[in-house]
């Protein structure tokens, strides 16, 4: 059975920091692309960012462009989201995905992703 469990969520302050990991003992790791996605209370689940592969090629929403970074470490079986000057708006349950694909894009929506972690909270106060 696939598991990705994300863990690192939180309360911070807004302009502070957080780092979310996903680790997937059970995923044949480095044929997946991996995103990470967040859903707000009322709110559907968007996409925030993904990384290919190899971790050469990256994607980003333009809300998190430039503040959030993606990285993945393929011997672990990891994926990491750093985030930075983080906002109010930032805030909901932060989701880890994956999806076997043989092409060069990087999916953004939540239907092109075949395996999901159960969400980690990341709460930011104004």
């Known amino acids: 059975q696939v598991q990705l469990i994300e863990s690192g969520g939180g309360l911070v302050q807004a302009g502070g920091s957080l780092g979310l990991s996903c680790a997937a003992p059970?995923?044949?790791?480095?044929?997946?692309?991996m995103g990470w996605f967040r859903q707000a209370p009322g709110k559907e689940r968007e996409f925030v960012a993904a990384i290919s592969r190899s971790g050469r090629s990256t994607n980003y929403a333009d809300s998190v462009k430039d503040r959030f970074t993606i990285s993945r470490d393929n011997a672990r079986k990891a994926v990491n989201l750093q985030m930075n000057s983080l906002k109010p708006e930032d805030t909901g349950v932060y989701y880890c995905a994956a999806v076997y694909t043989i092409g060069t894009t990087l999916p953004a929506m939540p239907n092109d992703y075949a395996y999901w972690g159960q969400g980690t909270q990341v709460t930011v106060s104004s």
């Open positions: 059970g995923l044949t790791f480095d044929t997946k692309v």
